[in-house]
Every structure is written in structure tokens, then in C-alpha cells.
């Protein structure tokens, strides 16, 4: 037995029947979990020999009337999902950058039984900042979904455990980017500067989409490395009362 028809199985056994009822005449989850396998093989990259990058962040977009009627099952339908794909990755021997997650949403332009499968590879990303850390830091660094506090002298970003915030991507060097950041103080207010350097790395960087080796920075900045990109936040203090 295949591995689809083997988690049409199970979906079947986990929610009763339920879901294929409600689904009769709408989008089959088959047609999605197939539709996830292909978007890993479409979207694989070589990193050498025997290991290849898939996607690990999926988002199904799916018309509303579809979506409404997923949604006492969208938890189990998910989990489902996500041990498919990821069987499908271990059998094909794929590797993830990252968590796997997946999400549904909603899409105007669909009609009923249909849907759209869109994906990214993002990659894991750890550092060794404390959350009281990032809450006093005058300026932050978001990186798929995680903050870190750029306070002087600055942080070293990269792949190898030397860096301060480690991102498990291959097109990222072990050291592949610096921010330096120095406080400046006015008379009634403290302000940061913040700057970008690379670190002689393979690939280099874009700041706001143009490739240079160094760039100053303000908020709302972005900073791509590899298939990462970062953003920067400057934090408005808040004025005496």
C-alpha cells in the first residue's frame, strides 16, 4: 500500500468518516497531502551528494466555503499533514531546515475543490538571548519569527556555533554578517546606530534588495543572507509622563 493511500487511512480512522462526508464534493486531503509531496520534490536543493533542502513551512489556501468546512477538523487534518510530508521527506531522503508547519487559509480567487499549496524553506534559528533582553533592547532583530536584541557592541550572525544567533541555512557562512551597534545620546533622548558588515562570506548579502558589503541601517531595514532574510526594528521609547 502507498504511502497516500495509507494516510487517507488514518485520516479516516482519526476523524470517523466526518471529514470525507463534509468533503464529498469539495477538496479531498489525498489531493492536498499530494499536492505537499510535490511541492518538496518541485523545490528540493542540492547540498551535496546525498542530502537535498525541502520546504518546511506550507501554507494550503483554500476557497472560504472549503475553509469553513475544514474547520472543525483543521487541527487533525494538519498533524495528518505534516507526519505525510515528512514520511514523504524521510523516504525520499529530503532534510528540512527547520520545524515543519503548515497552516490553511483563505483565498477569494478559489472555487470550491480547488486549492493552492505555497511554501519557503525557513530556516531554524537560535541565540542566547534572554526574553527580558529583548524587551529592554532599544533595537531588535527579527529572524523568522524569533527577536534578538542588538545592543553594543553588536552581534555576529551565522552558521556555525561561534556566531551570536545561529541560522540553519546552507547558503549562510559560519560567520557570515556582523551588526555593530553604538548608542548616541541627545539631550533628551537615547538614540542607536546600527550598521551591517560582511564577514568576507561566500554568498554576501542584500540590504534592502541591493548587494553591498556594508550598509547603514534604520528601522524597518532588511538584511537577506542565503534564503533568510532579517529585519530591523528600532523600539520608540516611550515619552516621560
Known amino acids: 500500500m502507498g504511502g497516500l493511500q495509507k494516510f487517507e487511512q488514518r485520516l479516516e480512522q482519526l476523524i470517523s468518516g466526518a471529514f470525507a462526508r463534509a468533503?464529498?464534493?469539495?477538496?479531498?486531503?489525498?489531493?492536498?497531502?499530494?499536492?505537499?509531496?510535490?511541492?518538496?520534490?518541485n523545490n528540493a536543493q542540492i547540498l551535496s551528494r546525498q542530502r537535498r533542502m525541502v520546504p518546511n513551512d506550507f501554507h494550503?489556501?483554500?476557497?472560504?466555503?472549503?475553509?469553513?468546512?475544514?474547520?472543525?477538523?483543521?487541527?487533525?487534518?494538519?498533524?495528518?499533514?505534516?507526519?505525510?510530508?515528512?514520511?514523504?521527506?524521510e523516504t525520499q531522503g529530503y532534510v528540512f531546515p527547520g520545524p515543519v508547519t503548515l497552516s490553511f487559509e483563505s483565498a477569494d480567487d478559489l472555487t470550491t475543490g480547488r486549492f493552492r499549496v505555497r511554501s519557503q524553506a525557513q530556516a531554524k534559528v537560535t541565540g542566547n538571548s534572554t526574553y527580558t533582553q529583548v524587551r529592554r533592547a532599544r533595537a531588535v532583530l527579527e529572524v523568522n519569527g524569533t527577536q534578538h536584541p542588538l545592543h553594543p557592541p553588536g552581534l555576529v550572525i551565522g552558521r556555525g556555533t561561534e556566531a551570536d544567533?545561529?541560522?540553519?541555512?546552507?547558503?549562510?557562512?559560519?560567520?557570515?554578517?556582523?551588526?555593530?551597534?553604538?548608542?548616541?545620546?541627545?539631550?533628551?533622548?537615547?538614540?542607536?546606530?546600527?550598521?551591517?558588515?560582511?564577514?568576507?562570506?561566500?554568498?554576501?548579502?542584500?540590504?534592502?534588495?541591493?548587494?553591498?558589503?556594508?550598509?547603514?541601517?534604520?528601522?524597518?531595514?532588511?538584511?537577506?543572507i542565503g534564503n533568510t532574510t532579517m529585519t530591523v526594528r528600532v523600539v520608540e521609547e516611550d515619552a516621560d509622563v
Open 165 to 224: 544567533v545561529r541560522i540553519n541555512d546552507p547558503g549562510v557562512s559560519r560567520r557570515h554578517i556582523e551588526f555593530l551597534v553604538h548608542s548616541t545620546s541627545s539631550r533628551d533622548r537615547e538614540d542607536v546606530e546600527i550598521e551591517v558588515h560582511d564577514l568576507g562570506s561566500t554568498n554576501g548579502m542584500l540590504v534592502d534588495g541591493r548587494k553591498v558589503p556594508r550598509a547603514r541601517l534604520s528601522d524597518g531595514s532588511t538584511v537577506r
Open 23 to 41: 468533503f464529498r464534493s469539495a477538496v479531498q486531503p489525498v489531493e492536498i497531502a499530494a499536492a505537499l509531496q510535490r511541492e518538496c520534490d
Open 60 to 89: 494550503v489556501e483554500l476557497s472560504p466555503t472549503d475553509l469553513e468546512r475544514l474547520a472543525p477538523y483543521d487541527t487533525a487534518m494538519a498533524d495528518e499533514l505534516v507526519a505525510q510530508v515528512t514520511l514523504h521527506a
